[in-house]
């Protein structure tokens, strides 16, 4: 496989039918299941909305024959076109359902890598998880650098050759995808560096234990996989002459990309419900709207969503799949999850007591973008990162 | 080689501790240098008094004891928990009777008659360590008995607070109160006085010669414990009159016509309900009226002033149980060969949030430093800690990486209980107003 600069322009017209396209299925399938009291929407609704993304496009899937999915969130034609397509729909859908973006965003990431196989990729696998974490935070840079380390911290999720196949140990962590998942792009290594397998998450061997009660991005399926002596054949293994970290670091790029723009969504979602709010609420004999502190906390929220969304689209001059677009993501993922965790709480403040309840759906934007800023990466963990590709650019 | 060398730095920064180079002083010169070790709760309750001193100890040690095992299920099962046995230990132990010293009440005698709002605030943090919405189930009570004990009325004392004092304490038989000001259309229009001005309030009281009483109609919403709660202090405007002539009455559980309504979803805080309270034709008769009639608006503001001070203090407990529970995960959780809190920029962090709390909690003391909570320094402290803890709360997810906000760990049921109290008492703008309406005359006059 080859991770390559894009090479395909889309045009401002086509961004803008993917947007449209978005729109309506997060307005058609995904605000239904907001009818009744659920916090997360009526997530039985889930098997019916991801089918229907699979068929219209929005969904990739590790079918390389399907051209309906060539251009969905991640979708293969992701290294030819750039990542604004799939940046504009994720946002769109997060705008109505942050949970529901990130299962989409989660099924691409692993699909992509999986997509770059040069082997027959296997159709059965539809639905899939990237198994890139361990512990409570993707790789530190470090760990890409060389197999032992002054620190200690390397990849401990291992493969080893046998004749006709490779086997796995180790415990990944946080894996997000869809439910179920029928298998998991998992990074591994051994004494001579990187390998990433393509694993069916039926293998024997493989146990799975659900994350448990989360803060928030509900729809989306989060579990601990370890793997215990999973035995898989030689042709599960994706990586191309020693190219697996590249992947890793593509993977990590795709990600953070990702979750900052459904980040941008949820805020932007939350500033049209507070001025619709805005809009209606009396309060003093005056509709809210025209009180100061209202406006202040409108305003404001609405300055650092625009500027959030700045930020997002200037990644995506970053063609080239390197160290520096990584840092890139980085600080574009640090940068972006403060500015609209500011503004989502700030947004809340509008509806006062009624923000905190479930009815609005404020609060479960709130929840939404906390685990964004927490999730796959946290500030402490990407300000280290940022920091270290820095310095080793200067070398 | 290099091992010997890491041994001699290591030995050489620990002989430049201050802790160890004090030892190169005279004996003054090491007198004057506080080298004790000893956490910064302790250092804390060391400056209290020796009253308060062992109530700061005691809350601690019940919070430990009931709350924290009862936390996550009641956070998530709500409405699936009974949270009687817990207000029947915490009345046992005295911690609903905070607004009246010993004999009565169960908080310091001295300590009480320097600041009254102190010692509930010492409580209050303890308690939302644990668990803010079992921290919120106890500290409601004395909320809704607030307008007793502040309406200045002997009558009322003698006739519904010492009673519900002694039952609470000496006959194990704790009833629940609550406080009833919000209205649908009237959040924190009153608790500010422009806003209360022009007030759309929809409950009223209609006074009944014949019956000699009042016939009590209208709603309440997002009540702190309204489900379960036996007796309610509501405030209503008498019929034909504005929000001037607000009056307190005690509504009791079984009353004809007073109903309760739906339960509010919440995002925080879950364990302790917001009820919608439904008042039709409910007769109360006049020993329920609380206070002078046509006091309630003032009750109601003085309510709130010896109130935020506790709202800051649940809200530093919440940042308080963040923060202690990353602290734990950091010292359990390696990271290579090192755990977590060996590293800088995690100990960087710790530190941050731990003179953060620290900031907060002299802000909360600084409140009771007086023996009345006034309007400014109340609203001050409870926007300080609030908007404190939930900074703190999610330093605390952030650090923990995506374990932060996995529910097991107890970090993200802070964060989001934390967020509540930068809405109620009166959201944190118009806390601020209230302290800008405070200080007009003086520090803000034209």
């Given at each position: 496989m080859n991770v390559k600069e894009p090479s395909v322009c889309i045009s401002d017209e086509e961004i803008s039918n993917f947007e449209d396209l978005a729109r309506k299925y997060a307005q058609r399938s995904v605000l239904p299941m907001f009818e009744g009291e659920y916090p997360d929407g009526n997530l039985s609704f889930l098997h019916g909305l991801m089918d229907t993304a699979f068929q219209i496009g929005l969904a990739a899937t590790p079918d390389a024959s399907s051209e309906n999915n060539y251009f969905g969130v991640w979708g293969s034609a992701t290294a030819d076109i750039g990542i604004k397509s799939s940046i504009v729909i994720l946002s769109s859908i997060a705008e109505t359902c942050g949970g529901i973006a990130m299962c989409l965003h989660a099924q691409g990431v692993a699909t992509n890598i999986f997509l770059k196989s040069r082997n027959s990729a296997d159709k059965s696998l539809l639905r899939a998880g990237l198994a890139l974490q361990e512990g409570m935070w993707p790789p530190v840079w470090e760990t890409f650098s060389s197999s032992s380390n002054d620190s200690g911290i390397?990849?401990?999720?291992t493969f080893e050759a046998k004749s006709s196949s490779y086997i796995l140990n180790g415990t990944k962590s946080f894996v997000y995808s869809l439910n179920p998942p029928d298998g998991y792009v998992v990074f591994a290594r051994d004494e001579k560096g990187w390998g990433c397998f393509i694993v069916p998450s039926y293998a024997p061997g493989i146990l799975r234990k659900d994350a448990g009660a989360r803060t928030g991005l509900r729809a989306c399926q989060v579990e601990h996989v370890e793997f215990k002596n999973v035995e898989v054949p030689k042709q599960a293994r994706i990586d191309y002459r020693g190219n697996a970290i590249k992947l890793a670091k593509l993977s990590m790029f795709i990600n953070w990309s990702g979750m900052s723009a459904i980040a941008v969504g949820i805020t932007k979602g939350a500033i049209k419900a507070a001025k619709k709010y805005a809009t209606e609420r009396y309060q003093g004999g005056t509709l809210i709207e025209n009180h100061p502190i209202v406006k202040s906390l409108l305003s404001s929220s609405d300055a650092l969503a625009k500027s959030a969304e700045a930020i997002l689209s200037s990644l995506t001059e970053y063609t080239i799949i390197s160290d520096k677009a990584l840092a890139r993501a980085a600080g574009v993922k640090l940068t972006v999850m403060d500015l609209c965790a500011k503004a989502v709480t700030d947004s809340l403040q509008v509806f006062g007591g009624y923000g905190y309840m479930e009815d609005f759906g404020m609060e479960k934007r709130l929840r939404e973008i906390t685990v964004l800023k927490s999730a796959s990466g946290s500030p402490v963990y990407l300000k280290q990162l940022i920091a270290d590709i820095e310095k080793e650019n200067e070398k | 080689m290099n091992l010997a060398k890491d041994n001699s730095l290591h030995e050489r920064i620990e002989q430049l501790n201050p802790r160890n180079a004090v030892?190169?002083?005279n004996l003054i010169g090491r007198m004057l240098l506080d080298g004790r070790e000893m956490s910064l709760w302790e250092h804390d309750t060391a400056t209290l008094p020796g009253s308060v001193r062992r109530l700061r100890r005691r809350a601690r040690s019940f919070a430990q004891k009931h709350i924290r095992p009862l936390a996550p299920y009641a956070d998530l099962h709500p409405h699936d928990y009974d949270p009687k046995p817990l207000l029947k230990a915490a009345a046992k132990e005295g911690f609903l009777n905070t607004l009246l010293p010993m004999p009565f009440g169960g908080v310091s005698f001295l300590p009480y008659f320097k600041s009254i709002g102190f010692q509930i605030a010492i409580i209050a943090e303890e308690f939302a360590t644990e668990c803010g919405g079992l921290g919120l189930l106890l500290m409601s009570h004395s909320l809704g008995v607030g307008p007793f004990a502040l309406s200045g009325s002997v009558h009322t004392y003698l006739r519904h607070l010492l009673p519900l004092y002694i039952k609470t304490?000496?006959?194990?038989k704790p009833e629940c109160m609550a406080f009833c000001i919000t209205e649908p259309g009237a959040g924190s229009d009153v608790e500010e006085s422009e806003g209360g001005a022009m007030a759309k309030l929809v409950t009223t009281a209609k006074y009944d010669p014949e019956l000699k009483g009042y016939i009590l109609n209208g709603q309440k919403c997002f009540i702190s414990n309204g489900a379960i709660a036996d007796k309610v202090t509501v405030f209503a405007r008498i019929?034909?009159?504005?929000?001037?002539s607000w009056t307190c009455f005690l509504v009791e559980k079984g009353m004809k016509g007073f109903s309760v309504g739906r339960s509010e979803r919440k995002?925080?805080?879950?364990?302790s309900d917001a009820s919608e309270l439904i008042f039709e034709d409910v007769f109360i008769p006049k020993k329920n009226v609380i206070g002078k009639l046509r006091s309630g608006w003032a009750n109601n503001r003085n309510v709130l002033n010896y109130s935020r001070p506790s709202v800051g203090a649940m809200a530093l407990g919440h940042g308080r149980g963040a923060f202690e529970r990353c602290l734990e995960f950091c010292k359990n959780t390696n990271l290579g060969r090192k755990k977590?809190?060996?590293y800088q920029e995690v100990q960087y962090e710790l530190a941050d949030m731990a003179m953060s709390l620290w900031s907060a909690r002299s802000m909360i003391w600084q409140s009771c430093q007086e023996l009345r909570c006034y309007q400014s320094v109340s609203a001050s402290a409870k926007v300080i800690a609030s908007d404190t803890a939930f900074k703190v709360c999610n330093q605390a997810m952030e650090l923990m990486g995506d374990h932060g906000y996995v529910h097991s760990n107890g970090v993200e049921r802070a964060m989001r209980d934390s967020r509540l109290t930068q809405i109620y008492e009166g959201t944190n703008q118009i806390n601020r107003l209230a302290l800008f309406e405070h200080q007009q005359s003086s520090d803000f006059k034209l």
């Open positions: 390397v990849l401990e999720t | 030892k190169n002083m304490r000496y006959l194990g019929e034909n009159e504005g929000i001037e995002m925080g805080q879950r364990a977590l809190i060996e």
